[in-house]
């Protein structure tokens, strides 16, 4: 064989393969649950009475479990609410024997119960709202609309965070349900693979108006819930706006991640949050009057959250917790190149930005970088790690944005 061919040869059997069009590697992958004959079987029920709106209650069903279960409230790594504050009510019975209940910690309880068969039953009693708006994230009942689930309502078995549930639903009879739970053949009882995406996927309930549309064959859901006397606002831009992010995002990376998406617009409140399949995110009606393009730049952020924070995760988040969220270093990569992503989707979808160019745009954060100090004084992993869950006064006397550095390295 010629010395040519030979070297040929070789760089051929050195070379690394094509990446896979496909990230499961055996054909039993898809299957959707793993389960094993000594996991327990979980089950939840959520009531909203129309005639009692300070809170809703949740019954938990547990079989095929030790004796002793540790029930836990999880603890959201960026948001922490702490709605074990606002638990009441919290018992246990069991159809084998008397069962016990005890506090070990603010989020934990230990159940003792004969045989490992039991039903638990609490109450989530809402605080009084203590802003106007309220964040967008929280729970709330209205008699037109309710924010339920989540991390503010499940308690999950300690340890047991591969354990899938099915969520059944007692709501008003009017009303709709949108939620990234995945359906059952019951349209008021819901599915969630493991804990994880029990307490990630938030369920709104109510009267509220609904649009559909699909990029690349996907379903995507906008739903608005308008408080009383909300202003009027042009729902037909609003929804192209949305899809046009929508078709810009998958088009940059390639393919959602996900099996459909649902849009969750709030009246009356402020903020947004992430969820792998859908978003929670205040659009008053009175600022969307005048500009339905109001919200477009956090829904942008929020949405691109899907591939990088959701999907591409800081390293220091690990599996579900009670408790609080430790320092985490990579922020800046999570929300910093989020928000260059999201400013260049509003671009691509043509719609309205604050800078009529890039360039302008850059030029803006370069000056508000060189406007404060402290962005200059503090690593982008320092602000990271002051970003959520700090202690005041961590940057002394300086302020620093680690959406505005990670912005500019994005």
Request: charge should be negative; aromatic fraction near 12%; glycine fraction near 8%.
């Amino acid at each position: 064989m010629p010395r040519e061919a030979v070297l040929l040869l070789a760089l051929v059997l050195c070379a690394p393969s094509a990446p896979a069009q496909d990230p499961y590697r055996h054909y039993t992958e898809y299957v959707q649950l793993r389960f094993a004959r000594s996991q327990p079987v979980v089950s939840y029920r959520l009531r909203v009475d129309s005639a009692d709106l300070s809170g809703y209650a949740v019954e938990m069903h547990i079989r095929n479990a030790p004796d002793t279960v540790r029930l836990a409230m999880a603890a959201h790594p960026e948001y922490d609410d702490r709605y074990w504050r606002y638990l009441t009510d919290l018992r246990a019975e069991s159809p084998r024997g008397t069962a016990t209940v005890v506090r070990e910690d603010s989020a934990l309880w230990r159940i003792v119960a004969p045989g490992g068969e039991m039903t638990v039953r609490y109450r989530i009693v809402l605080p009084t709202p203590a802003e106007s708006p309220r964040a967008a994230w929280r729970p709330f009942l209205s008699p037109t609309g309710a924010l339920i689930g989540g991390p503010h309502s499940f308690l999950y078995i300690l340890g047991g965070t591969l354990v899938p549930s099915h969520i059944a639903l007692e709501l008003p009879t009017s009303w709709a349900i949108a939620t990234g739970l995945e359906p059952t053949s019951d349209p008021r009882t819901f599915f969630a693979p493991t804990v994880d995406a029990l307490v990630d996927g938030p369920i709104f309930a109510g009267r509220f108006h609904d649009w559909r549309f699909a990029v690349d064959g996907v379903p995507h859901r906008v739903v608005y819930w308008a408080a009383p006397g909300a202003a009027p606002f042009d729902t037909l831009a609003f929804v192209r706006g949305v899809e046009g992010i929508t078709r810009q995002a998958v088009a940059l990376f390639g393919r959602p991640p996900y099996r459909d998406y649902t849009f969750v617009l709030q009246d009356s409140a402020y903020g947004a949050l992430e969820h792998r399949n859908s978003l929670t995110l205040g659009a008053p009606s009175a600022s969307m009057g005048p500009h339905p393009e109001w919200t477009f730049g956090e829904l942008a952020h929020e949405f691109t959250h899907t591939w990088n924070l959701m999907r591409i995760r800081p390293e220091e988040y690990g599996d579900v917790d009670y408790r609080t969220q430790k320092p985490v270093a990579g922020l800046w990569f999570s929300e910093g190149l989020t928000m260059r992503y999201a400013d260049l989707f509003l671009r691509r979808a043509g719609l309205p930005v604050q800078d009529s160019t890039l360039l302008s745009h850059v030029a803006g954060l370069v000056g508000r970088y060189l406007g404060s100090p402290g962005n200059a004084r503090f690593s982008a992993e320092q602000l990271s790690r002051v970003a959520y869950n700090a202690e005041p006064g961590s940057l002394g006397d300086y302020s620093a944005s680690v959406h505005l550095v990670g912005e500019l390295l994005g």
